[in-house]
T-cell receptor, first 112, second 113 residues
Framework: DAGVIQSPRHEVTEMGQEVTLRCKPISGHNSLFWYRQTMMRGLELLIYFNNNVPIDDSGMPEDRFSAKMPNASFSTLKIQPSEPRDSAVYFC??????????FGPGTRLTVL | SQKIEQNSEALNIQEGKTATLTCNYTNYSPAYLQWYRQDPGRGPVFLLLIRENEKEKRKERLKVTFDTTLKQSLFHITASQPADSATYLCALDMDSSASKIIFGSGTRLSIRP
């Protein structure tokens, strides 16, 4: 398996633009997680899905953030409109029932 | 709410020595605790998971202990090597579902030759 795949790897956009981050989890994993990492705040959980269903989105900072998982092999995290304070590395991770998480390479987002 | 504390300062160890990292938590006792390694520019990589009914777990040169009375986990790397230099994160589950976990801020470990 290729592991968790994320795209794009880098994204530079201007304030106010819509940003869509994509994730393909490891086949057979039943949970998917979106995290954001910054120097100041560390690794923060934004939202997670079990069997494609959103379970907890309490970490989503604002209504500008939304996430979907239309099927077991694909998820998106959308920011609309983006702001400079959204600049961070966004990680997607998937997990089997045993609990350990497998992270993707991340998307480095810069909002100017 | 659950809080995790890890050594905020970097840990510098001489090659060949044992590195010991600490993870303390408050409040809710987790069903399990995990340790991850993160290298610059990369995502965290899972290392070990230890359950609440396990006192110790080993994997090659790695050893993790879990003391639910002290609310603490220790992560040991024996015979440390410069390649072990990285940031190490501990994580524990937030609720009984054990799906949602939170991460500590991590400890940066440097192994000098």
């Amino acid at each position: 398996d290729a592991g968790v795949i994320q795209s794009p790897r880098h994204e530079v956009t201007e304030m106010g633009q819509e940003v869509t981050l994509r994730c393909k989890p490891i086949s057979g994993h039943n949970s998917l997680f979106w995290y954001r990492q910054t120097m100041m705040r560390g690794l923060e959980l934004l939202i997670y899905f079990n069997n494609n269903v959103p379970i907890d989105d309490s970490g989503m900072p604002e209504d500008r953030f939304s996430a979907k998982m239309p099927n077991a092999s694909f998820s998106t995290l959308k920011i609309q409109p983006s702001e400079p304070r959204d600049s961070a590395v966004y990680f997607c991770a998937s997990s089997p029932l045993s609990g350990e998480q497998f992270f993707g390479p991340g998307t480095r987002l810069t909002v100017l | 709410s659950q809080k995790i504390e890890q050594n905020s300062e970097a840990l510098n160890i001489q090659e060949g020595k044992t590195a010991t990292l600490t993870c303390n938590y408050t409040n809710y006792s987790p069903a399990y605790l995990q340790w991850y390694r993160q290298d610059p520019g990369r995502g965290p990589v899972f290392l070990l998971l230890i359950r609440e009914n396990e006192k110790e777990k080993r994997k090659e040169r790695l050893k993790v202990t879990f003391d639910t009375t002290l609310k603490q986990s220790l992560f040991h790397i024996t015979a440390s090597q410069p390649a072990d230099s990285a940031t190490y994160l501990c994580a524990l589950d937030m609720d009984s579902s054990a799906s949602k976990i939170i991460f500590g801020s991590g400890t940066r470990l440097s192994i000098r030759p």
